[in-house]
């Protein structure tokens, strides 16, 4: 499996911004990297999803217009640039990679990763 290496969290006021970053081991030029969230007590949340091929790009209704995901091919790297946080974006966010499928239909389920970084905590207040 690939492994993920998380970095970019913290504690910020609301409206404030935080940028997450995701160092996969290796490169699989056939998958997606994504961004979820998880609350104690709830399910895993998709957040966002990049192609590591192409330029599909999928965002949780949630974050959109506020978050952003990006990749550098070079460095195996994924990133979540998070703005105008608000307290209900506080969460522990987790990188996934090395994904079974691709598309709409998905990207945002966590069982279409096969590997995951330790989480990164978001503290918004």
């Known amino acids: 499996h690939v492994q993920l290496v998380e970095s970019g969290g913290g504690s910020v006021q609301a409206g404030g911004s935080l940028r997450l970053s995701c160092t996969a081991s290796?490169?699989?030029?056939?998958?997606?990297m994504a961004w979820f969230r998880q609350v104690v007590g709830k399910e895993r949340e998709g957040i966002a999803a990049?192609?590591?091929?192409?330029?599909?790009?999928f965002y949780n209704d949630s974050v959109k217009g506020r978050f952003t995901i990006s990749r550098d091919n070079t460095k195996n790297s994924a990133y979540l640039q998070m703005n105008n946080l608000q307290p209900e974006d506080s969460a522990m966010y987790y990188c996934?990679?090395?994904?079974?499928?691709?598309?709409?239909?998905?990207?945002?389920?966590?069982?279409?990763?096969?590997?995951w970084g330790q989480g990164t905590q978001v503290t918004v207040s």
């Open positions: 290796t490169f699989y030029s056939r998958s997606y």
């Open positions: 990049i192609s590591m091929y192409d330029d599909a790009i």
């Open positions: 996934a990679a090395d994904s079974r499928y691709g598309g709409e239909r998905y990207w945002s389920l966590a069982s279409t990763y096969r590997s």
